[in-house]
Structures are given as structure tokens and as C-alpha cells.
């Protein structure tokens, strides 16, 4: 092959090279072309469904806001919030405040809401029924130039309320036609625990609030309502709820065990419990009720720990939840160190709280045969608690050793005082044993018996100034110059 031929080839071959990228450069440019194009087309469709809307009257912020025609009048109001909520947080990290915003961005009147249209016509809005039922027509789609005008909501004046036997009691904005049939959606409608509601009563209160009428009506005549009613949906009554109590401690199964409405007798709930272990402490035991504040506390705290951790320590428990010195107040009660007949009575007042049904006797119950007096019926939300058996005895007081000392069956005080290092130089011959459970005092003797779980106080022997003896002296000094100026009186009017 002569150069002429290499040459023709080669430029054969770069003319079909550039064809070839002229070609490419073509599609590449129309592609260009067309994306431009369809990007102008969505453009051109959005802003074609692209309109503008204003709302008014008394709404978390007022003013004219782009839309889409294919929102609904409850999500152009639900996106307006949530823009508004947005960037209203956006300047703080206060939790008060948070909470404050949030709070407020929450309270418009969501019925009786008016939607005015460009042509003139209105319809009115109600996001609450839509809300309820899914009723489009209480939630229409936008529409170029809206304009929505919110009404003020005030639920001190302009409200129906209702309760009884409806599935959610509820206070709830009134509008102008509104019938039972309305009062009984928002309660999320009639509760089917109870059975054969027919009947209603519909109290009206006067204009000054003096006076009441009460109006007993038909649910299914569906009456009228009016501002301010107060309705109450009527029904046999039904005592068919989640009655159950919780037993924690020394039983085979604790755990929350279901009762009757307070017909369950304490024996019943142990046994369903799966009885005492060989460990449980019945002079320990008690039932914790919820008649008084601490009491509704404690059995708050028992049933959060027993949701997250089935084993429960009773006497960790009671060592960390400590409210009142409950302990102490126990042992003051019956205590005769104490003179002032006040300080009896304040501590009374505060034990009746803790005790006001009594206290159980769990050796009483469950160690006779079956009669009336021993039966106790637990209450709903009651709290069974037994712990451990203590194998000690606290000595604490004038000794020189305080602190718990191992159980000796029928040792006497005198025994666990000199375990406890014997007395202390100012003691006072007065010993005292405080029975664990019922913190009752009693003046220990021989024969004195003593538990596991009890306390041996030993009381100290106060020290007496000069001033003390000579403050006493004068005192019944002027006690026997009285009492002799009363003699003399009664000889002179007797002569």
C-alpha cells in the first residue's frame, strides 16, 4: 500500500471521528434543550396551583401567606402553625418558655371558623367535626384569594360541657345550632360499659349564676342546646372497673392480685399470691393506703419501681424513702419522755393520717381460725407489704455501744443491753421496749418479751443546773404563799 492509500484512510477515519462527536453534541444540546423545558413546565405548574390566602381575626399571627390549591383549609392552618412554632423556637432553648409557646400556639377557636371567597359566597369551617368524623365538608379545599377569619374562642362563657356516661368528658366551644347529637361526638360518644343510656339532664344556669334549672331529656329526641349547658348523660352504675392490689415482699408470687370492690378479704390475696414464704415477718407486715399525701407517694414510688424491677428490697425501700420521719413520730407517740399534753396531741393528729383505718394485725389474721374478727377487706390501689424477718434487736440509747444486736428467743432487755456494751454513765433506770411494728413503749421488766424487729431504748438522766433547783423552789415557794394566804382567808370568814 502506497503513502496516497494511508492517507485516504486516515482521512476517512477523522471524518467519521468528528460525525461522530457532532452527533453526540446534537443529542447532548437537545437533552439541554428539553430539560429546560420541562423544568419551565413545573415551574409554570406551580405557580399555576400557587395561590394566596389571608387569615384574619383572632389567630396566633394574621396576614397574607402563599398556599397550594390542593390544601385543605385544616392543613394550610396545620403548616402555618407548625412554620410559626418553628421559627418562634428557634430563639430560645427555655424549657418554660417552650412550654409557653407550644401552649399558646394551641388555643383558637377551631369551629365557627368563616372561609370567604373571592366571589362573595362564605362557608363555614368546623376543623373540630372534621377532625372527628373525616367530613370534608367541614374542611373545604383552597381557593385563589381565601380569605379564613378566625372567631374568638372563650370557653369561660361559650361552652357545653359534658360528662357521664360518655367515653371522654369534655368542655368544648359552642356554636349557634349545636345539638346533643354534637355534645356526644366531641365525648367521643357514649361509653359502652354502661348499659341502656336513654336518658340525659340538661342544666342551664341563670344569667346572674344564682339559680339552675335541670331538664331531663331523651338522647335520641336530640334536643337543641344552648351557650353555657351542662350536660349530663345518665346511666345505671356500673361498679365494673380494674379493682387490684399490689403484694410485694416475702409471698411466693407478688404481684398486682385482682379484687372485688372492697369485698376481698385479706386471706383471699395472700392466698392468691401464693401464700408466705418460710422468710415473710407477719409482725412486720402491713397494708399501705392511700389516706394521705406521704401514704399516696410511697405507693406511687412501690408501684414505678415494681413496673421496672420486679425485685423489690422492702428495707432498702423504706431506709431511702423517708418522708415524714414517720419511725420517729411512731415512737414519740407512746413515749412518756415527753410531758406536754400538745405535743401528744400534734403527734396524734399526724399518726391518725397515717393509720386511719387501723393497723393490721398479720398474726391476728392468719394465725387463728376463720371468724369475724379477723377479717380485713383491702381497697383498690392498696399496697401488702411483708418483709423479710428480722433476726435483730436495736439497742440505742445510754449505751455504749448502740446498734442492732442478734435475736436470742426469750432473752430479756437486760441480755441486749450488755451486748451493746452495757450502760452509759447517765443512763436512768427506766428502760423501755419498742415493739417494731406498732411502736407501742413499754417499761421493761423480767419478764418482759421481746421480738425480732424490736427496739431496747435506755432513757438518759437529765442534768439539773442551780438554776433549775432554785427556779423549782421558787415556784412552790409561791405556790405555799398562796395556799396560806387562802387559809387565812377561810379562818377570818369562817370566825
Not at 437533552?31 to 389567630?59: A, C, H, R, W, Y
Not at 414519740?332 to 415527753?338: G, H, I, Y
Not at 377487706?377 to 436495736?394: A, C
Request: aromatic share 12%; proline share 3%; hydrophobic share 40%.
Amino acid at each position: 500500500m502506497n503513502l496516497d492509500d494511508s492517507k485516504l484512510k486516515f482521512m476517512k477515519f477523522f471524518g467519521l471521528m468528528l460525525a461522530y462527536f457532532f452527533c453526540v453534541a446534537l443529542v447532548v444540546h437537545a437533552q439541554d434543550i428539553n430539560g429546560i423545558q420541562l423544568n419551565s413546565n413545573e415551574d409554570n405548574l406551580k405557580s399555576l396551583n400557587m395561590i394566596s390566602v389571608t387569615i384574619g381575626g383572632d389567630f396566633v399571627v394574621n396576614g397574607t401567606f402563599p398556599a397550594s390549591r390542593t390544601e385543605t383549609v385544616d392543613q394550610f392552618v396545620t403548616r402555618i402553625i407548625t412554620d410559626y412554632q418553628s421559627e418562634a423556637l428557634r430563639t430560645t432553648k427555655e424549657k418554660e418558655i417552650i412550654d409557653i409557646i407550644k401552649s399558646k400556639l394551641g388555643k383558637f377557636a377551631k369551629r365557627n371558623i368563616l372561609l370567604k371567597r373571592y366571589d362573595g359566597s362564605s362557608i363555614n369551617v368546623d376543623l373540630a367535626k372534621f377532625r372527628l368524623t373525616g367530613d370534608f365538608s367541614y374542611n373545604p379545599y383552597l381557593q385563589k384569594n381565601d380569605v379564613i377569619i378566625f372567631p374568638v374562642l372563650n370557653l369561660e362563657k361559650n361552652f357545653i360541657d359534658i360528662s357521664g356516661a360518655v367515653n371522654k368528658p369534655t368542655v368544648f366551644q359552642f356554636v349557634e345550632g349545636d345539638k346533643l347529637s354534637d355534645a356526644i361526638l366531641f365525648a367521643n360518644g357514649l361509653n359502652p360499659a354502661y348499659k341502656n343510656v336513654k336518658y340525659a339532664v340538661i342544666n342551664k344556669l341563670s344569667s346572674d349564676g344564682k339559680t339552675q334549672t335541670s331538664k331531663k331529656v331523651l338522647i335520641s329526641d336530640n334536643p337543641l342546646l344552648h351557650r353555657g349547658d351542662r350536660i349530663k348523660i345518665i346511666a345505671d352504675e356500673n361498679k365494673k372497673e380494674n379493682y387490684k392490689v399490689l403484694v410485694l415482699g416475702e409471698v411466693k408470687q407478688p404481684g398486682y392480685v385482682y379484687i372485688t370492690k372492697n369485698r376481698s378479704d385479706i386471706r383471699d390475696v395472700i392466698k392468691s399470691a401464693g401464700g408466705f414464704t418460710e422468710f415473710a415477718s407477719l409482725r412486720q407486715s402491713s397494708v399501705l393506703r392511700g389516706t394521705n399525701k406521704e401514704n399516696l407517694l410511697k405507693i406511687k414510688a412501690l408501684k414505678k419501681l415494681y413496673e421496672s424491677d420486679k425485685e423489690i428490697n422492702l428495707t432498702d425501700f423504706e431506709n431511702k424513702f423517708n418522708l415524714s420521719n414517720l419511725e420517729y413520730l411512731s415512737m414519740l407517740r407512746m413515749s412518756d419522755a415527753v410531758l406536754e399534753d400538745s405535743v401528744y396531741f400534734l403527734i396524734d393528729m399526724k399518726l391518725r393520717e397515717f393509720f386511719g383505718d387501723g393497723v393490721v394485725d398479720f398474726t391476728k389474721i392468719f394465725g387463728q381460725n376463720d371468724s369475724a374478727k379477723t377479717h380485713f377487706y383491702v381497697k383498690d390501689g392498696d399496697v401488702i407489704l411483708v418483709p423479710e424477718k428480722s433476726n435483730t434487736v436495736y439497742v440505742f440509747g445510754q449505751v455504749n455501744a448502740p446498734g442492732y444486736v442478734p435475736y436470742k428467743q426469750n432473752a430479756n432487755y437486760e441480755y441486749y443491753v450488755n451486748k451493746a456494751g452495757g450502760y452509759g454513765e447517765d443512763y436512768r433506770d427506766d428502760i423501755k421496749v419498742i415493739e417494731g411494728k406498732t411502736k407501742n413503749w413499754i417499761s421493761a421488766d423480767e419478764s418482759t418479751k421481746i421480738y425480732p424487729g424490736d427496739f431496747v431504748y435506755v432513757p438518759k438522766s437529765p442534768s439539773r443546773s442551780f438554776f433549775y433547783y432554785l427556779r423549782t423552789a421558787s415556784f412552790i415557794t409561791s405556790i405555799a404563799s398562796a395556799l396560806a394566804t387562802v387559809a387565812i382567808l377561810i379562818i377570818n370568814l369562817s370566825k
